[in-house]
């Protein structure tokens, strides 16, 4: 089946320390997102990867930090330096950037910070 | 004025019944448009995209006024199964190209 995993489902993280999350897609899309969610929010952009090797900030970038080695994955590092990093967090692609097409979500990762 | 606006609700609406959602963008030069559908604690799911002329997808309709600047949806004949929250997505044009943007989301609760 073709889709995007998220891993992990749920992750703690005592303050102070960097966790990774991981994105794998194989449906053969070029665009990649991450994205966060607050409650009563919208979602907001964290980074983005219009192709394999470059990334591009979003809108809340401050605190993390993102690869994109392969084409099938995007994963997102939440750094000691991001202040309220309790979220919601959602991966997505799309087929491009430049044209605004509809995006795809992962089941995302809920981070707890203890 | 938010990018893209919603009324967060929640609409409470009896089984049967058909409820409406707008959604206000502001970026006039706006060239997709989007609704998609989020339940508790889940990912957001395409529910459907919308086209300039207005398209119908069983019980949704999704319509674009370009000239008021705003897209509805409409669910007929509602199920308890359509409870949810619905989210309006719109891209805007950046610099770097088109960027979807987000609404808060309208929250649907249908009840018997």
């Known amino acids: 089946d073709g889709g995007i995993t998220q891993s992990p489902k749920y992750l703690f993280r005592k303050e102070g320390q960097n966790v990774t999350l991981s994105c794998e897609q194989n449906?053969?899309?070029?665009?990649m997102y991450w994205y966060r969610q607050d409650p009563g929010q919208g979602l907001r952009l964290i980074y983005y990867?219009?192709?394999?090797?470059?990334?591009q900030k979003g809108d809340i970038a401050e605190g993390y930090s993102v690869s994109r080695e392969k084409k099938e994955s995007f994963p997102l590092t939440v750094t000691s330096a991001q202040k309220n990093p309790t979220a919601f967090y959602l991966c997505?692609?799309?087929?491009?950037?430049?044209?605004?097409?509809?995006?795809?979500f992962g089941p995302g990762t809920r981070l707890t910070v203890l | 004025r938010k990018e893209v606006e919603q009324d967060p609700g929640p609409f409470n609406v009896p089984e049967g019944a058909t409820v409406a959602f707008n959604c206000t963008y502001s970026n006039s030069a706006s060239q997709s448009f989007f609704w998609y559908r989020q339940d508790c604690r889940k990912e957001p799911k395409l529910l459907m995209s919308v086209y300039s002329s207005g398209n119908e997808d069983g019980r949704f309709t999704a319509q674009l006024n370009r000239a008021s600047q705003y897209i509805s949806l409409l669910i007929r004949d509602s199920k308890l199964s359509d409870s949810a929250t619905y989210l309006c997505v719109v891209n805007i044009l950046t610099g770097g190209g088109n960027k979807l943007t987000f609404g808060t989301g309208t929250q649907l609760k249908v009840e018997l």
């Open positions: 997505a692609s799309s087929i491009d950037w430049d044209r605004g097409n509809e995006q795809f």
């Open positions: 449906l053969n899309h070029d665009a």
């Open positions: 990867s219009q192709i394999v090797n470059d990334f």
